[in-house]
């Protein structure tokens, strides 16, 4: 698995070198399609784990699931909801380190 090139594409979004309308696991197919069995795996051990693995940021919105909030989302990093999938991108930093 080439999970240092998961690791460098994780810390590039962090930084602020991404595209803002792509979530983690498009960022991270791009660069690494093989590795997303096993984020899908440390998706599930986060704390705020949505519940849904295709959508595994939680719902700021009320009365409002994981795959609503993403689709309604143009900007993946900003506001409540992007603090919450930077949060995820921390979590997952930290299990691959």
Same mark, same amino acid.
């Given at each position: ?12 979004? /962090? ?24 984020? /899908?795996?440390?998706?599930? /051990? ?17 009365? /409002? ?33």
């Amino acid at each position: 698995m080439r999970l240092h090139s998961v690791i460098q594409e994780l810390e590039n979004i /962090k930084s602020g070198n991404r595209v803002e309308y792509l979530g983690l696991c498009d960022h991270i197919h791009l660069v690494a399609p093989e590795t997303m069995p096993a984020i /899908k795996r440390i998706f599930k /051990k986060w704390p705020k784990f949505s519940g849904h693995i295709l959508y595994p940021v939680p719902s700021p919105f009320h009365n /409002k699931n994981a795959e609503y909030a993403f689709l309604l989302c143009d900007e993946m990093y900003y506001g409540e909801y992007g603090k919450l999938r930077l949060e995820l991108l921390d979590f997952i930093l930290e299990e691959l380190k």
